[in-house]
């Protein structure tokens, strides 16, 4: 479907949150207050699945991991090795800052306890999550997700569990495990952050919780906007059509905007959702034409999506270096590469989000100490003229009692 800018907005304010925190508000208030009890209520009520138990049983997890095919698992391993390598180059290091008589060093602590909520049957995102945490040095990682119908948990996700040495692993109701997360009952343990994606009932449980504990944020549906012109062979455009709908595949609510100066270029897409359509149920899919790539940015930048895909063989190394408001680009590469196996993390900003926040890195999983050792005496008097300006009589004779030390 052909669209303008203010359209793509209007498609995006359809999709509220306040009306999903009316829904789940009750919940989280019930598990605040019976916790344990609550949890496995509203599994069977909500999800349909019988629990007797919050957490999920080492031994269980043993037993689980075993039943993994070897090329399953040797999948899991590659892909778990290969986000551990990129992110370890991302952690931040320590600093030491000497200015005149004042020594800082600034420290990069990993948070102590982390949530994660997984959505149901996302290995994928387990292992992103739960290994960049890993990497950032977090003590504890408590995962939170809803049951499988047969058992607790797939046993790809056991495996992934034991890999990483993931012991606290709970099941049930998504909105509820976020508050039992941000709470804490008499199994699971309360966490210092909350991370995962989910749908908008999970998002409004976090946003309900995050005046008790901090959160990633609050993400909307998957959106993708694809840049593509007529440099590219038939057989890239045909791939780079396969990635719009790859990412529609994540639900009715997720949205793929696709970009290009070809009239021709744009028909095809349009052709090729419609077709898939009538077998699939996908997100909406929308196509504007441009007429120069400052145009292109233009929008890129306005939209701020979680996902740029840029294709073009004459063009596209511009465009990356001229965007600036997105989650994470996908060059010349499938976005599907990323979201599998590239190395980077696929929770990402969504909902314009992307103007102030970036890809998922150890540092979201990490807090920075600043330690200011001593200070320089001819500082001080800006200090105390400052103290006299805001009228904080006690700031001021702290500072003067050492300006004659």
Do not use: W
């Not at 200015?99 to 102590?112: E, H, M, Y």
């Not at 949530?115 to 739960?130: E, H």
């Not at 062979?233 to 719009?244: F, Y």
Request: net charge negative.
């Amino acid at each position: 479907m052909r669209i303008s800018l203010d359209e793509i907005h209007k498609v995006r304010r359809g999709i509220e949150i306040e009306q999903a925190v009316e829904k789940v508000k009750n919940i989280v208030r019930d598990v605040k207050d019976r916790g344990d009890k609550a949890i496995i209520e509203y599994t069977e009520k909500i999800d349909n699945v019988k629990i007797e138990n919050v957490k999920v049983s080492n031994d269980l997890i043993n037993e689980l991991a075993s039943k993994v095919s070897t090329d399953v698992r040797e999948s899991i391993e590659t892909v778990i090795s290969r986000v551990r390598e990129f992110n370890k180059k991302l952690i931040p290091k320590n600093e030491i800052v000497i200015l005149g008589s004042t020594i800082f060093k600034v420290k990069n602590i990993a948070i102590d306890r982390v949530g994660i909520y997984i959505p149901k049957g996302y290995i994928s995102t387990m292992i992103m999550l739960c290994t960049i945490a890993r990497v950032a040095g977090c003590r504890e990682i408590i995962m939170f997700t809803p049951p499988l119908e047969n058992s607790l948990i797939s046993p790809e996700m056991a495996l992934v569990a034991r890999l990483l040495k993931i012991r606290d692993i709970y099941v049930g109701n998504g909105v509820a495990g976020i508050a039992a997360m941000a709470y804490g009952t008499e199994t699971v343990k309360k966490v210092d952050k909350i991370f995962g994606p989910g749908n908008i009932y999970i998002q409004a449980a976090k946003y309900l919780v995050s005046k008790t504990v901090d959160i990633d944020g609050i993400e909307g549906p998957t959106e993708l906007v694809i840049y593509i012109d007529d440099s590219v062979e038939s057989r890239e455009l045909e791939c780079t059509v396969l990635d719009a709908l790859a990412e529609l595949e994540h639900g009715v609510h997720s949205i793929c905007l696709v970009i290009s100066p070809s009239e021709n270029i744009l028909d095809i897409f349009e052709r090729e959702y419609e077709k898939y359509c009538r077998e699939k149920m996908l997100g909406s899919l929308y196509t504007v034409k441009v007429n120069n790539i400052d145009e292109a940015v233009e929008i890129i930048n306005e939209v701020a999506p979680e996902h740029l895909e840029v294709i073009s063989r004459r063009d596209g190394l511009k465009i990356v270096e001229k965007v600036r408001n997105v989650g994470v680009v996908s060059f010349n590469a499938p976005c599907a590469y990323l979201d599998y196996v590239a190395g980077p993390c696929h929770v990402l900003p969504t909902s314009g989000f992307a103007r102030s926040r970036g890809t998922m890195t150890p540092i979201d999983f990490m807090k920075r100490i600043v330690i200011c050792e001593s200070y320089d005496k001819e500082l001080l008097k800006h200090g105390i003229k400052l103290a006299e300006i805001e009228n904080m009589v006690l700031h001021k004779e702290s500072l003067r009692c050492r300006e004659h030390e």
